[in-house]
């Protein structure tokens, strides 16, 4: 009978430590969300786009490729020719004069005539709103609608690339062994009121502060609150 109290009591203990973790884990993540959004008063994606479409291209494009490189592209490209009626109408040949300068250009080039002429047969030349539609389209992995999802049809995906998987791993917000772990315990993880910009705060963060080598946390706002064991405070 006392073994069972103890047992109870114990099990009641733990609960409220439990409890009481998780609400300064969540008073946390709070705070560094904060934090990086005053620091990082806008954050947008990079990438230059003046319609839903032209945005696809462009993350199409950004592919293992910098986004200064896309703008680059595009800045001649959509001048031209920023429509899938007008992109198809390039050709591929006629797209790869434009593109050239940006890497895996070939298959990028097949995938967006290809995707092109999916949005003109399926799609009344618009971009379509759901991640099933998006995925189906040439070039569009997860990442890619994910990043449409959120900064085009401001749904709060997060897409989660090399500096979203790094920085999330090394915080720690979300660890995981692989981008759909990591995503899966960001959506988890982000409190609610920052999971829209989330995408993008922590993009920014990446590729500025907490780059891959040498993170630059002497000047990091959350220095105090992360949990990186190899910090680069010299
Ligand atoms: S303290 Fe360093 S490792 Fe931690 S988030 Fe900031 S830059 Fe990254």
Redesign the pocket.
């Known amino acids: 009978m006392v073994k069972m109290n103890q047992h109870s009591l114990n099990h009641h203990f733990y609960s409220f430590l439990d409890l009481f973790l998780l609400y300064m884990n969540q008073q946390k993540r709070l705070a560094i969300f904060e934090r990086l959004a005053i620091a990082i008063p806008e954050p947008v994606t990079e990438l230059n786009y003046n319609s839903d479409f032209e945005l696809l291209i462009a993350v199409v494009l950004s592919a293992q490729a910098t986004d200064k490189g896309v703008n680059k592209a595009t800045a001649k490209l959509f001048p031209a020719a920023n429509t899938p009626q007008a992109i198809y109408d390039l050709g591929a040949d006629g797209l790869k004069d434009y593109i050239k300068t940006i890497g895996l250009f070939n298959t990028k080039g097949a995938n967006i005539i290809k995707l092109c002429r999916a949005l003109l047969d399926n799609h009344n030349g618009e971009v379509p709103k759901t991640r099933e539609e998006l995925e189906a389209l040439a070039g569009v992995g997860r990442k890619t609608a994910n990043v449409m999802l959120n900064t085009a049809f401001g749904q709060p995906t997060i897409a989660v690339d090399t500096h979203i998987f790094r ?1 999330s791993n ?2 720690p917000l979300g660890k995981g062994k692989n981008v759909v772990e990591v995503e899966k315990k960001l959506e988890k993880n982000v409190p609610k009121k920052y999971l829209l910009d989330a995408h993008h705060l922590l993009i920014l ?2 590729r500025y ?3 891959a080598r040498k ?3 002497q000047s ?4 105090d609150l ?3 064991k ?3 405070l010299d």
């Open positions: 920085v090394r915080i963060h990446g502060t907490c780059i993170p630059r946390c990091c706002v959350i220095s992360c949990e990186y190899e910090k680069n």
